[in-house]
């Protein structure tokens, strides 16, 4: 494949150079997967942007390497911004004060799942250096891959709100400690008074572009219209340049927009509704992130003999969601089936695990490498596994509808027209 795009480098010189291709080109390729498989088989889109991305991994038909780095870490980052900025947008400090219950669920499942993760791992004898950065990327789920599905189902009720908002939470748990440590973990002597700095950083780097970029959409809302498509233009910049700033001053670009939008929600209660233009040019961003996110875990050095490690982790981290919100479901609102579907609805791993994993490769290289070979092969299985996961458990809970029925390609000539 590289031999290929020698040969056609040479034969073909586009103006914006041969890299705008291969991707035009992949992202075409990943449309048009995503939308054949939900018109003929009912399947989610993520799947085939996916499926795209980490075929063109495997292949060596990318532009992009690992540690995800430059621009195509900024792309990845700024997908996953806009994705956590509407799920802070639908996350209500309100509901959490009058179902106090809801934030003891989350931070009951991110506790119980860190734990299963640690045991696991000693269970089967890995390094102890691992410990912390792998048990706590199996927290995380991927709030991107859940609305995607729920978008492409139409599903609407408690639990997909339930679980949009449990996702939001641990993600906003994962982002505040994995950069912490991930760069505690790479000093040779870190002690608990080194976390002070990076701690404060994060969180006020972070928390200080959240605000403003909150605030500067108030403000915009008062005098522009939220349907009108130069507001869409307006926030998709100001999401862009405070990706650019947070990660620029040391915090999180992805936490920032999540703040951002939890706070946006609280000064601006009113159901949100944005312009067409914006929902095209997020679609567009959340399919390159798809596909960078598969491509980049196919790409990595994978373990193939870590593959029993893989799937001791995909059940703990199940079963301990599965209790956890069980346990803690009395109380808050949701009856013992809501609380299965719910934590059924929670195994994707995407961008923000691998954002994660890119953080400790950068920043504790030492332990990036073998983090890596278990991570990525994990991510890119729980990427697809996750989405299925999560259609069945949203269709089961009642909230969104069967796949529709595989088109039939009728025989030329026949009838179509009705009785």
Not at 404 to 412: L, N, S, T, Y
Request: glycine share 8%; charged share 10%.
């Amino acid at each position: 494949m590289i031999d290929l795009m020698l040969n056609w480098s040479e034969w073909i010189k586009p103006s914006a150079g041969l890299p705008t291709v291969q991707w035009a080109l992949l992202l075409a390729l990943a449309a048009a997967a995503g939308h054949l498989l939900q018109r003929y088989l009912g399947l989610p889109k993520v799947l085939g942007y996916s499926a795209v991305g980490a075929l063109a991994g495997f292949s060596g038909y990318t532009t992009a390497s690992w540690p995800l780095d430059g621009i195509a870490q900024f792309m990845v980052e700024l997908g996953l911004s806009i994705v956590l900025f509407e799920a802070g947008g639908r996350l209500s400090l309100r509901w959490l004060r009058h179902n106090p219950m809801l934030l003891a669920q989350s931070l009951g499942e991110a506790l119980a799942t860190y734990l299963a993760a640690w045991w696991v791992l000693q269970l089967f004898g890995v390094d102890g250096a691992l410990h912390v950065p792998l048990a706590l990327l199996m927290v995380a789920t991927s709030p991107t891959v859940l609305m995607r599905v729920a978008s492409d189902l139409r599903a609407s009720g408690p639990v997909t709100d339930r679980v949009i908002t449990l996702a939001a939470l641990n993600t906003f748990y994962v982002l505040a400690l994995g950069g912490v440590m991930a760069r505690l973990l790479g000093r040779s002597q870190a002690t608990l008074a080194d976390a002070i700095y990076p701690v404060i950083l994060l969180v006020v780097a972070s928390v200080l572009v959240g605000a403003l970029l909150a605030y500067a959409l108030r403000k915009a809302l008062e005098i522009m219209s939220p349907t009108s498509e130069n507001t869409a233009v307006l926030q998709l910049s100001l999401i862009a340049a405070g990706t650019a700033l947070a990660a620029h001053f040391g915090g999180s670009a992805p936490l920032a927009a999540l703040l951002a939008g939890i706070l946006l929600k609280t000064l601006h209660p009113r159901p949100w509704s944005w312009p067409r233009q914006f929902g095209t040019a997020s679609a567009i961003l959340t399919i390159l992130m798809f596909v960078l996110v598969s491509m980049a875990a196919a790409q990595a050095p994978w373990d193939w003999e870590a593959w029993s490690l893989i799937a001791a982790l995909v059940l703990a981290r199940a079963l301990a969601k599965l209790g956890a919100i069980a346990l803690a479901g009395f109380g808050s609102g949701a009856s013992p089936k809501q609380a299965l579907w719910t934590a059924g609805a929670l195994w994707p791993l995407s961008a923000v695990a691998l954002l994660l994993v890119s953080q400790f490769a950068e920043f504790a290289p030492a332990i990036g490498q073998p983090v890596a070979a278990i991570a990525l092969p994990l991510i890119l299985f729980m990427e697809v596994l996750g989405a299925l996961m999560a259609m069945l458990a949203l269709q089961r809970a009642g909230e969104a509808g069967r796949p529709p029925a595989i088109r039939r390609v009728k025989p030329e000539g026949e009838n179509t027209d009705a009785a």
